[in-house]
């Protein structure tokens, strides 16, 4: 039916799940300001905005309770990946910040932004940032709510 690990793994975030003749539906708690798509199409689950921070899960029976942790496991992973890169970049900006307090405008201009390539057999960078940014933009066409 489902994996207990996978359940363990959003420990915190889903609260219940209920089952009965036709749907199955999860009640999920996420983070002030995450995103949470109204609808995750690849895995036939819609989500409802409950109130605040809390939201409902939903999918037909048939599609199992697999299909449910499997979108709120993607939910989870995308908006962790979101903080992360928001940590990241006020980090990256701070760093930037303080070599141009210390260093000269003529070595400055110097400056190349240049991204280290993947090893062979792994994603590149690249390739997972199109990936999220294709996935936030395919979210705000179909309401995320903020």
């Not at 996420?30 to 939201?55: C, F, H, M, R």
């Not at 496991?73 to 908006?79: A, I, K």
């Not at 760093?95 to 400056?111: C, H, T, V, W």
Request: charged share 35%.
């Amino acid at each position: 039916m489902y994996s207990e690990d996978k359940i363990a793994n959003l420990k915190g975030y889903l609260k219940t799940i209920v089952f009965t003749d036709d749907v199955i539906c999860a009640k999920v708690t996420v983070p002030e300001k995450w995103s949470v798509p109204a609808s995750i199409d690849q895995l036939n689950v819609a989500t409802k905005q409950i109130n605040g921070q809390d939201y409902y899960f939903l999918t037909e029976f048939s599609n199992g309770s697999e299909c449910i942790l499997d979108a709120i496991e993607f939910v989870v992973s995308m908006n962790q990946d979101i903080d992360k890169k928001a940590k990241l970049f006020e980090e990256k900006v701070a760093e930037l910040r303080s070599i141009f307090e210390r260093e000269k405008f003529e070595k400055l201009k110097q400056i190349d932004f240049i991204f280290k390539k993947a090893k062979k057999g792994k994603k590149n960078t690249v390739e997972k940032e199109k990936a999220v940014e294709k996935e936030m933009d395919n979210n705000t066409e179909t309401g995320i709510t903020t």
